[in-house]
């Protein structure tokens, strides 16, 4: 059991450390997007002030909550695999190069959530559009992984890890593509509803039984 724990941590140790790091960085430039208001510009009291900035909080704590989520579940994920392969490697890029727009998109939205001129629905867009992109990457990596039972620990049921491809990525794909209709309408709105998909995937949903000894 040993060895074998050691072989995992060798071949996808290096993986997983690489995503943490870029996964901790993308969530520390969140708080970029929060400002302190200077106090020699100020014409109102601050309360009213910070009050006036809540779309750059509901925005912060929304993509804050989604990349802790990622990162949760990219754990879970990699606790079924043993072993990685190139394909593997590309894809676990792929992901990652969408996380890291995150903040972007987060600092857009949280200027224009209430702008006029069609603003707004632009951001909310772009905004859905990331989201999709991780979601496709988080889609691709998975369905590799469970199609690919050779990646997987010894331990790992291979049938059961393909039977959650479509709650883990077909399910996540289909809501981000209804945010992008969202968008259209309002972008409140669509804000709202990416933090009802994050805490939707607070819940597991991976539903993984180890093989029988």
């Not at 603003?119 to 998975?142: E, N, P, Q």
Request: with cysteine; hydrophobic share 60%.
């Amino acid at each position: 059991m040993d060895d074998q724990f050691q072989v995992a941590v060798s071949e996808t140790g290096r993986m997983e450390a690489f995503s943490d790091g870029v996964l901790a960085i993308a969530v520390t430039l969140l708080v970029l997007d929060l400002h302190v208001p200077p106090s020699n510009a100020l014409h109102e009291p601050l309360a009213v002030a910070l009050a006036h900035e809540w779309p750059a909080y509901a925005a912060y704590v929304t993509s804050f909550l989604i990349i802790g989520i990622i990162w949760v579940n990219h754990h879970a994920v990699f606790e079924l695999v043993a072993r990685v392969d190139r394909n593997v490697l590309f894809l676990n890029l792929l992901l990652l190069m969408s996380v890291v727009a995150i903040p972007f998109a987060t600092a857009l939205l949280s200027e224009y959530l209430l702008a006029g001129n069609g603003d707004a629905r632009s951001a909310a867009l772009v905004y859905s559009a990331v989201m999709l992109a991780m979601s496709i990457g988080f889609a691709a990596l998975y369905t590799y992984v469970a199609l690919h039972p050779a990646l997987l620990a010894d331990a790992v049921d291979p049938g059961a890890v393909r039977g959650s491809i479509v709650r883990f990525s077909a399910v996540g794909i289909g809501l981000y593509l209804v945010t992008l209709g969202i968008a259209v309408a309002s972008a409140p709105a669509c804000l709202v509803a990416h933090f009802v998909i994050a805490i939707y995937y607070c819940f597991q949903q991976i539903r993984i039984r180890s093989r029988a000894a």
